[in-house]
């Protein structure tokens, strides 16, 4: 059973940013953001109604939980959603999988831990293979492209930061249900004022491609892969469980390339390659280079 949470968390969060490009843009990124997440805070709603026994209010921190919320639900996925479309849903892949050596660092510089020399040398990995798939193309780069990958790194630091918020609040024996549930409330109620302020409409789009990827989005990668993942820190650990992340670039970037967005080139399957290496690395235990 752990093998198919496992696969499962790693397939459909490694497809995440191409759903994102397949749901298109009949609505604002913004409002299709808070589609999704009204959809997984029912979800997450409807199962908390079924532990509210077993859950103690006591041990909730809620600037922490908010926080986590706010980071993890809200802020990182609208600056990954806008990198995506300014960018490539390869890249976008690439750069997010790079979370697997900034949540380690982070983890180590606030809670005063020594930070294992294999970070270090994945981190260096990841960046000299984003690097590489850039290279051909250096002299072609547009403004849009290149703030996509800047919304890309922020928001990929902004996720990791929402890790050690999370890593805070499992340490403070904080029930994970009812912290998704605040957090996701927390990233509703926020885009809920976000989109009044922008003068959206809360349209329905017409279009299947806008459903499949927002039902994949809520139902797959918010609710269900996130249940799978906390089971299986639970089953097998959070290092083990974090492997994921090494292969994330590889799923990403085979889908792209079979969508027709990016081109396969020698550039792209070696820093594919190196990205996969240096998040394995990162996460990694044994002591390769310490």
């Known amino acids: 059973m752990n093998y198919l949470m ?53 041990s909730v921190n809620w600037f922490t939980v908010i926080g986590f919320g ?36 982070l983890i180590s510089l606030i809670f005063k831990k020594k930070i294992p020399n294999r970070i270090y040398w994945g981190g260096f990995i990841g960046i000299l293979s984003v690097f590489i798939i850039l290279f051909p193309d250096l002299n072609n780069l547009t403004s849009k492209f290149i703030i996509g990958v800047i919304m ?16 805070y609040n499992s340490d403070n024996n904080t029930n994970p249900v009812l912290a998704n549930t605040i ?6 109620l926020f885009l809920i004022i976000y989109t009044r302020f922008k003068g959206y409409s809360y349209a329905l789009p017409s279009e299947p491609n806008f459903w499949f990827g927002l039902l994949y989005l809520s139902i797959l990668a ?40 990016s081109k396969i080139s020698i550039y792209l399957i070696m820093g594919t390659l190196l990205a996969c ?13 310490e």
Not at 40 to 50: D, T, Y
Not at 75 to 101: D, Q, R
Not at 277 to 289: D, E, Q, R, T
């Open 6 to 58: 496992y696969f499962f968390c790693m397939l459909v969060w490694g497809l995440n940013f191409i759903a994102v490009k397949i749901q298109g843009d009949s609505l604002p990124l913004e409002v299709a953001l808070l589609y999704r997440s009204i959809i997984a805070l029912i979800l997450f709603s409807v199962l908390l109604s079924f532990l509210l026994k077993k859950v103690d209010l006591k």
């Open 222 to 261: 918010s609710f269900l892969a996130w249940l799978f993942y906390l089971k299986l820190i639970s089953n097998i650990g959070a290092s083990e469980s974090g492997y994921m992340v090494s292969m994330f670039p590889a799923i990403g970037g085979l889908a792209s390339v079979t969508m027709g967005e």
């Open 152 to 167: 890309t790194l922020a928001g990929t630091i902004i996720t990791s930061i929402g890790d050690v918020l999370s890593l």
């Open 183 to 188: 957090g996701m409330s927390s990233a509703v």
């Open 277 to 289: 290496f240096g998040a394995y690395l990162a996460l990694n235990k044994k002591k390769y280079f």
């Open 70 to 105: 706010l980071c993890n639900f809200t802020i990182s996925y609208l600056l990954l959603y806008y990198g995506t479309f300014y960018s490539t849903a390869a890249i976008v892949t690439l750069i997010f999988s790079m979370k697997a050596i900034l949540t380690p660092i």
